[in-house]
């Protein structure tokens, strides 16, 4: 799946957000190995058709709903003007925004899902920033993995430090690697 590619209408984006949050939802009921597909359609109200329709497998419906989260988080940052990918402010409200969908990220990371992360960072980082900042390709993999690293940790921590002073160290080490 490509987090860029695809353009829904707003019936086949419900259509697949009722699958992806039934996943989600049945991931509190079950280990998520133990669930299947009718379980899933069978809570999000479609048939098994629509289900195969859209995805192959259960990873392909939560990774889709994983990067509308993230399509969700560049309209943000495109209508508030958010600023450079590394600056404070951006970090700022990347951890800000990424903290409302903390529930479902840590179920990922708990039913050792973490790669869909990744996989939407990465993608993230290759078609959005690369080519507007024109950063090395082992740079932006770097920071987008220590930046999701330390969201996960943050999260994981109960969140025991306000994200500005996590914005404050991160761009404190940036600024001194830059040194």
Same mark, same amino acid.
């Given at each position: 799946?490509?987090?860029?590619? &695809? ?13 992806? +949050? ?36 259960? +990873? ?8 509308? %989260? ?5 309209? +943000?940052?495109? +209508?508030? &003007? ?8 951006? %970090? ?25 992360? &990744? ?59 830059? &040194?």
């Amino acid at each position: 799946m490509n987090l860029f590619s &695809q353009n829904h209408n707003k019936r086949t984006r419900f259509t697949r957000m009722c699958i992806g +949050e039934a996943v989600f939802a049945l991931m509190d009921k079950k280990e998520y190995e133990k669930i299947k597909v009718s379980d899933i359609v069978k809570r999000a109200g479609v048939s098994r058709v629509t289900f195969y329709h859209y995805y192959e497998t259960k +990873e392909d419906a939560l990774t889709d709903f994983f990067h509308e %989260i993230v399509a969700g988080y560049i309209r +943000e940052c495109r +209508e508030e &003007q958010v600023g450079r990918f590394h600056d404070r402010s951006s %970090i700022i409200h990347a951890l800000k925004y990424f903290d409302r969908y903390s529930v479902f990220i840590l179920k990922l990371v708990d039913a050792k899902l973490l790669y869909i992360i &990744q996989d939407a960072m990465n993608d993230y980082m290759m078609k959005r920033i690369m080519p507007h900042y024109k950063i090395p390709v082992y740079e932006l993999y770097f920071y987008g993995g220590a930046l999701l690293n330390v969201f996960i940790q943050w999260e994981k921590n109960g969140k025991r430090e306000p994200a500005e002073m996590i914005a404050d160290q991160i761009t404190s080490y940036c600024s001194l690697r830059s &040194q």
